[in-house]
């Protein structure tokens, strides 16, 4: 049987979630904007190399929030 309570790196997991989902609400409504905005004859070249560069974009703020967090957490030297 499952434990229903969320332990300790679930609820961590989620706080990181919610915090990056803000960081990249800019990257995604850019991107849905370049999907509306194409037709099935443009979807690929440059709307494909847009939506791309936005995606290693949000990535970039996964690494970077990832780092920080990481570097927060060590308070003494190892």
Same mark, same amino acid.
């Given at each position: 049987?499952q434990?229903?309570?969320?332990?300790?790196?679930?609820?961590?997991? *989620?706080? #990181? $979630?919610?915090?990056? =989902?803000?960081?990249?609400?800019?990257?995604? !409504?850019?991107?849905?904007?370049?999907?509306?905005?194409?037709?099935?004859?443009?979807?690929?070249?440059?709307?494909?190399?847009?939506? *791309?560069d #936005? $995606?290693l974009?949000? =990535?970039?703020?996964?690494?970077?929030?990832? !780092?920080?967090?990481?570097?927060?957490?060590?308070?003494?030297?190892?």
């Amino acid at each position: 049987m499952q434990d229903k309570h969320p332990n300790d790196q679930d609820v961590s997991d *989620r706080q #990181l $979630a919610a915090e990056l =989902a803000q960081l990249v609400e800019d990257e995604l !409504l850019e991107m849905v904007r370049t999907l509306d905005a194409a037709t099935p004859a443009t979807l690929f070249g440059q709307t494909e190399f847009k939506i *791309r560069d #936005l $995606a290693l974009q949000i =990535a970039n703020k996964a690494y970077q929030q990832r !780092l920080a967090k990481k570097k927060m957490a060590t308070k003494a030297p190892a």
